[in-house]
C-alpha cells in the first residue's frame, strides 16, 4: 500500500483558485490510480476526479467538471487538484486515495487515503 499526505488546503475567496497537493511513499505509486474526495460537514463523502495510473485517464464529478483538473507526477510520487472558481459549497475536507484496482469513482475501490486537508471558501 502507499501512504498518501495532502496539503494546500486553506482559505479563498469565493472565485478563487487552489492547488491541492497528495505526496505518496511506499512501493510502485505509478500503479496506482489515485483519486480526490471531499466530505462536507453532515454530507457523505463525494467523488471529485480520478487519474489512471499513467495519467493518461482522467474522470470528473459533473460538480467540478471545467472547473477543477488533477494531474499526476509519478517521477515525483505526487498527485495534485486544480481548483478553480471555488463557490462557498466546495468548502469541504478533500481526500486523496490510491486505488490499485483503477481508476473508479466509487470510494469503495480505494484501500489507501490521506488524513485530509480543509478548503474554506468564504462569500
Known amino acids: 500500500q502507499v501512504q498518501l499526505v495532502e496539503s494546500g488546503g486553506g482559505l479563498v475567496q469565493a472565485g478563487g483558485s487552489l492547488r491541492l497537493s497528495c505526496a505518496a511513499s511506499?512501493?510502485?505509486?505509478?500503479?496506482?490510480?489515485m483519486g480526490w474526495f471531499r466530505q462536507a460537514p453532515g454530507k457523505e463523502r463525494e467523488f471529485l476526479a480520478v487519474?489512471?495510473?499513467?495519467?493518461?485517464?482522467?474522470y470528473y464529478a459533473d460538480s467540478v467538471k471545467g472547473r477543477f483538473t488533477i494531474s499526476r507526477d509519478n517521477a515525483k510520487n505526487m498527485v495534485y487538484l486544480q481548483m478553480n472558481s471555488l463557490k462557498p459549497e466546495d468548502m469541504a475536507v478533500y481526500y486523496c486515495?490510491?486505488?490499485?484496482?483503477?481508476?473508479?469513482?466509487?470510494?469503495?475501490?480505494?484501500?489507501?487515503w490521506g488524513q485530509g486537508t480543509l478548503v474554506t471558501v468564504s462569500s
Open positions: 487519474i489512471g495510473s499513467r495519467g493518461t485517464y482522467t
Open positions: 486515495a490510491a486505488s490499485s484496482i483503477g481508476p473508479f469513482y466509487t470510494s469503495d475501490y480505494y484501500k489507501s
Open positions: 511506499g512501493r510502485a505509486f505509478n500503479n496506482y490510480a
